[in-house]
């Protein structure tokens, strides 16, 4: 039928659980706070090897490669700037910082929810 990834000249998919894209997130936050990017604001492959993905390792027994942190980077760069679009475009809505959630009267989500 369908072909593995393996077939294809795939590595297997690994999905990012909670406590990885959390501790990831505060490794990249903790690196960018001990300046460890570089002139143009980026990190090194070596950085990310050293600083993040070791930490995952050690903390969490992943066993999360470059690439899947340069995946799992271009996921959460495209959901950002979709959430960003969508504050932007939307007039009315705004963000609870304390529950996380999208916050408008409801009329607004009445007239959004038509669409």
């Known amino acids: 039928m369908g072909d593995s990834q393996d077939a294809k000249g795939k590595g297997q998919y690994h999905s ?4 990885e894209n959390r501790l990831l997130l505060r490794s990249l936050m903790d690196a960018i ?3 460890f990017r570089d002139a143009s ?3 090194n492959k070596l950085t990310i ?3 993040v993905l070791s930490v ?3 903390q969490l027994g992943s066993k999360k490669t ?4 340069k995946n799992r980077m271009k996921i959460l760069k495209t959901r950002y700037h979709n959430l960003t679009d969508f504050l932007r475009c939307n007039s009315g809505f705004g963000w609870d ?9 409801d009329e607004v989500w009445k007239v959004y929810l038509k669409v």
């Open 41 to 43: 604001g980026k990190f």
């Open 66 to 69: 470059y690439g899947h942190y």
């Open 49 to 51: 090897e050293t600083r």
């Open 97 to 105: 910082s304390e529950t996380n959630k999208f916050t408008a009267d």
């Open 16 to 19: 990012w659980s909670g406590p």
């Open 56 to 58: 995952l390792r050690q």
């Open 33 to 35: 706070n001990n300046g």
